[in-house]
């Protein structure tokens, strides 16, 4: 088999093993627990599926309703620092700022700031305009996600 990267736009609910078995009509499996956790899962197609919590909430972020855009969805604010789940600063030399930004799923940015004067030097200013930065680049980067889920990649 090859391998592929899935983007897709869909609706969920919470929603346990037997209810979606019930759900479908269908008799549980003695081999499933119907307290299994999930999610049930619509498409845009109408196609319907139910996931395990685990593999569904380490391989699907939620978006932010907007009624404005044909899309219903966007990227919020909170979205973008929610992603950040480490920030690392420190000073390199007497006038330069280094702030570097693991994210929830493990991608790293890193931005830098300078100023002229070492009398100037402020590592919180430096460190804000880094961080700011790196969240506009994470905005950027959850748009583009958002765009391939909602139009896909053809």
């Not at 078995?21 to 197609?45: A, C, H, S, T, V």
């Amino acid at each position: 088999m090859k391998s592929y990267i899935s983007t897709k736009l869909f609706k969920a609910k919470p929603m346990n093993r037997g209810e979606y078995n019930k759900f479908r009509g269908w008799n549980i499996p003695k081999n499933e627990n119907p307290d299994d956790e999930g999610y049930l899962i619509q498409y845009p197609d109408g196609y319907i599926s139910w996931c395990p919590k685990k593999q569904f909430e380490e391989s699907n972020l939620k978006v932010e309703d907007n009624k404005n855009l044909a899309s219903g969805v966007s990227i919020g604010s909170k979205m973008v620092d929610d992603f950040i789940k480490e920030v690392h600063v420190s000073t390199l030399g007497d006038k330069t700022t280094l702030v570097r930004a693991i994210l929830v799923n493990g991608f790293e940015i890193v931005e830098s700031t300078g100023c002229v004067d070492k009398a100037n030097y402020s590592e919180d200013i430096g460190a804000e305009i880094c961080l700011n930065k790196i969240k506009d680049r994470i905005w950027y980067l959850l748009g583009f996600l958002l765009q391939t889920a909602y139009n896909g990649v053809n």
